[in-house]
């Protein structure tokens, strides 16, 4: 069994790792739990053992077989190599490895066979908002090739974590009160009653570093350089779950039918696809839960071979933690823990 180390163990990712690995009885000999100064010194509770909670370091990682992290990149961009040269496989929940060529960008649903290609000692986990997706696409694309991806997200607050988090539920508590609505702190401007299409940092040709994670993840986690995305990702103010409107043009004909049928099949995926009963996917449905939801099938007649469909995730869970401990599950599997 691996020993394990959980770094950033105490942000809402870490946290939720930590629920995760309990939840799917994830085997360990010993766990270790990292976080940054401030919280270092503390203690935590899992599974019911009180654990202290470490400070990062080198010296840390000594004899770790598996290092689930979930830091900000330039951490991760530090101490990710220094655990993977110490002999540790690093699931990395960070942007920093994502586009690497050496570095696997894994949902297991999708592509579990690249944790074959590790290269540096580090799988990276692709942005949340990628993930939920690819794992929709992936049935779709073995059936009928994916031309082009048109995309449109409607993203919770909490992709911002705790802070996004905090910060929407004052805003609505304010409004709720007549009080005056607190200056936000995660967002570009207020949230509350608002939509925010401008919400991460602007990269190149106006196009925001969150849509261009949808372009390049969603390549290479498909394994297909020709798959043409057109992302508008947007911050709603909802607390949890991702939810996309997805416009797909394929190279060959696939029916409402052939794709439900496809669908409801296909790993992780949960198929609520019953308007007229009211059965569609919303954030309220999948907060907590580690399937991804698609509904509204719909035949798109503007394209010779195209659909529509609507996508729905939980952002910390399927859109980072649990795939995280599903790439840890998989290396495990496989036997690749231990063995560097
Ligand atoms: C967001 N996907 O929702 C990004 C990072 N979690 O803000």
Known sequence: MPSVAVVGATGAVGELMRQV????KFPFKRI????????????????GTTYPIEPISAEAFDGVDLVLSSTPASISREYSPIAASAGAIVVDNSSAWRMDPDVPLVVPEVNA?????????IVANPNCSTIQMVVALKPLHDFAGIKRVIVSTYQASSGKGATGLNDLDAQISAIGKGEPVPAHTAHVARLAGNVLAHDWKLGEEGYT??????????RKIMGDETIQVSPTCVRVPVRIGHSEAVNVEF?????????????????????????AQGEVPQPLHCEGQDHTYVGRIRPDHSVPHGLNLWVVADNLRKGAATNAVQIAQELLNRGLLGRR
């Not at 969150?210 to 390049?216: A, D, V």
């Open 21 to 24: 690995l309990i939840e799917r």
């Open 32 to 47: 270790k739990f990292l976080a940054s100064p401030k919280s270092a010194g503390k203690t935590l509770t899992f599974d």
């Open 113 to 121: 066979d690249a944790l074959l290609q590790i290269r540096k000692g």
């Open 209 to 218: 570093e969150e849509e261009w994670k949808m372009i390049k993840e969603t």
């Open 251 to 275: 190279h060959r004909p696939i029916t409402v039918q052939q794709a439900r049928e496809l669908l409801a099949k296909a790993p992780g995926v949960v198929l609520l696809d019953n308007p």
